[in-house]
């Protein structure tokens, strides 16, 4: 199985700050990474495909980067709204494994 | 735009099934380019994928719970369920269902999951 790990596990962060959150993989998934945002009581949603490209509606503040083994998702101007969890998922092959969580505070 | 809503008893007792069903509505679930799947996370952790099912009924499950799980589809209701047999206090969790959509960029597919329901919390307890 490919494993995800993301740093770090909690961020504290203020309105207007760059953030950035790495997912390493444990071997090579090409680009074929995703990211998502959750906030609580709620279903994650998609930011993120293919390493880099915004899904559709997704602010252009986030962005990510990255390919083999390191990614990276960054804010580049973090909004109140931003506070939340975030995951990448491997969509290399199953299982389709998620990172732990990086919580934005 | 797509929604997809899962619904199924709240708690379920030790050592019997866990049943969901999802029901996708504002599209269809015969798509010949989506997948569709079910997501858990437990209380406080993350998020753990248990299988994706293709209108077909072809499915593939996270080998970690395979001997326990099967997903199923519904295309006259346009819905596709869940059951995990032997359910224990670790099946506990937050269950989302989920389209695994196409998307494709730099030549290449891409499958991530861009809807999701809501989730429903599914107690296991006496």
């Known amino acids: 199985d490919i494993q995800l790990t993301q740093s770090p596990s909690f961020l504290s962060a203020s309105v207007g700050d760059r953030v950035t959150i790495t997912c390493r993989a444990s071997?090579?998934?090409?680009?074929?990474l995703g990211w998502y945002q959750q906030k609580p009581g709620k279903a994650p949603k998609l930011l993120i495909y293919?390493?880099?490209t915004l899904h559709s509606g997704v602010p252009s503040r986030f962005s990510g980067s990255g390919s083999e083994t390191e990614f990276t998702l960054t804010i580049s101007s973090l909004q109140p709204e931003d506070f939340a969890t975030y995951y990448c998922?491997?969509?290399?092959?199953?299982?389709?494994?998620f990172g732990q969580g990086t919580k934005v505070e | 735009q797509l929604q997809l809503q899962e619904s199924g008893p709240g708690l379920v007792k030790p050592s019997e099934t866990l049943s969901l069903t999802c029901s996708v509505s504002?599209?269809?679930?015969?798509?010949?380019?989506?997948?569709w799947g079910w997501i858990r996370q437990s209380p406080g952790k993350g998020l753990e994928w248990i299988g994706f099912?293709?209108?077909?009924?072809?499915?593939y499950y996270n080998p970690s719970l395979k001997s326990r799980v099967t997903i199923s589809v519904d295309t006259s209701m346009n819905q596709f369920s869940l059951r995990l047999t032997s359910v224990t206090a670790a099946d506990t969790a937050v269950y989302y269902c989920?389209?695994?959509?196409?998307?494709?960029?730099?030549?290449?597919?891409?499958?991530?999951?861009?809807?999701w329901g809501q989730g429903t919390l599914v107690t296991v307890s006496s």
């Open positions: 998922q491997q969509l290399n092959s199953s299982p389709w494994k």
């Open positions: 099912i293709y209108y077909s009924g072809s499915a």
């Open positions: 504002g599209g269809s679930i015969s798509s010949n380019t989506d997948y």
């Open positions: 989920a389209r695994r959509g196409t998307y494709f960029s730099d030549n290449r597919g891409h499958y991530p999951l861009d809807y």
């Open positions: 293919g390493a880099s």
């Open positions: 071997q090579d998934i090409s680009s074929y």
